[in-house]
């Protein structure tokens, strides 16, 4: 599975943004996927999960109740909506796939990341 990250960008405190993964090679659909970040001089740290039918989602405390992760299998796309940006949440953002039944913290293929600067 080939994964590509993108909708990052400069946003306001307060504003939202769609981030987009496609996927190409091996079937999408039989992938969980996840969102990391990695801020600067932090590292990388889990946002939000689904499972690979999108019956399962999962969040990092930080980011409940403003973001929503979703994916449309029928495109090979994962989506992450994050509405109510705050500074903190700057960051590079990855998406990565995961073969269902492996360890939670495990995937197996990552994309390149997408930046998302929040800033007045």
């Known amino acids: 599975v080939q994964l590509q990250a993108f909708g990052g960008g400069l946003v306001q405190p307060g504003g939202s943004l769609r981030l987009s993964c496609a996927a190409s090679?091996?079937?999408?659909?039989?992938?969980?996927m996840g969102w990391f970040r990695q801020a600067p001089g932090k590292e990388r740290e889990f946002v939000a999960r689904?499972?690979?039918?999108?019956?399962?989602?999962g969040y990092a405390d930080s980011v409940k109740g403003r973001f929503a992760i979703s994916r449309d299998n029928a495109k090979n796309t994962g989506y992450l909506q994050m509405n109510s940006l705050k500074p903190e949440d700057t960051a590079l953002y990855y998406c990565?796939?995961?073969?269902?039944?492996?360890?939670?913290?495990?995937?197996?293929?990552w994309g390149q990341g997408t930046l998302v600067t929040v800033s007045s």
């Open positions: 990565a796939a995961q073969l269902d039944g492996r360890p939670p913290s495990f995937y197996d293929y």
């Open positions: 090679g091996r079937a999408f659909s039989t992938y969980n």
């Open positions: 689904i499972s690979w039918s999108g019956a399962s989602t």
